[in-house]
Each structure stands twice: as C-alpha cells, then as structure tokens.
Nanobody, 124 residues
Framework: QVQLVESGGGLVQAGDSLRLSCAASGRTFSSYHMGWFRQAPGKEREFVAA????????DYADSVKGRFTIPGDNAKNTVYLQMNSLKPEDTAVYYCAAAAQTSYSRRAGAYAYWGQGTQVTVSS
C-alpha cells in the first residue's frame, strides 16, 4: 500500500499562486491514479484534479481548469497541485488520494488511500 503526506498549504491573497505537495511512500505514485480533492466548511468533499496511472493523463474540475495543474516528479515520488490565480472560493482543506483499481474515477469513494489534508485559505 502507499502512504501519502501533503504539505504546502497556507494563507494567500486572491490572485496569488500556491503549490501543494503530496509525497508518496511505500510504493511509487505512478502505480496509482492520484487525485486531489478539497473540502470547504459545511460542504462535501469535491474532486479537484487527477493524474491517471501509467499513461499520466490529467483531469480537472471545471472550477479549476486553466488555473490548476497536477504535475508529478517520479524521482521524488511526489505529486503536486500547482494552483494559480487563486480565488476566495478555493479556500478549503486539500487532500491527496490514491486509487489502485484499473479504471479511473473522479469519485472520492474510489480512492482507498488518503493524506491528512492541508489547509488553503485565500483572502479577498
């Protein structure tokens, strides 16, 4: 199995950029579909972005498309979430997750492994 540790959250202003890191240990992240999810207070956890295993195709929620990217570094066994042009509505706890099944899915329930989360706060 894989263990995931997120880092890089913080308090930024609207329009700023931030990069979150998800360090994987135990197995290489390329063996999994890797996803980023977020949960704002009082709201359900929602899909943000993902990179599929092996082929490395990327997928983004409409709300972040064009602003966020999900690059990976095989040498560091780390997946990132590069967030640009941040908005106050991006404020949430961000989670990294890994899914081992063959088929790709955006559903949070498809991801068996989760990090502890990192807080991102965007002030207006």
């Amino acid at each position: 199995q894989v263990q995931l540790v997120e880092s890089g959250g913080g308090l930024v202003q609207a329009g700023d950029s931030l990069r979150l890191s998800c360090a994987a240990s135990g197995r290489t992240f390329s063996s999994y579909h890797m996803g980023w999810f977020r949960q704002a207070p009082g709201k359900e956890r929602e899909f943000v972005a993902a990179i599929t295993r092996n082929a490395g195709n990327t997928d983004y929620a409409d709300s972040v498309k064009g602003r966020f990217t999900i690059p990976g570094d095989n040498a560091k066994n780390t997946v990132y979430l590069q967030m640009n042009s941040l908005k106050p509505e991006d404020t949430a706890v961000y989670y990294c997750a890994a899914a081992a099944q063959t088929s790709y899915s955006r559903r949070a329930g498809a991801y068996a492994y989760w990090g502890q989360g990192t807080q991102v706060t965007v002030s207006s």
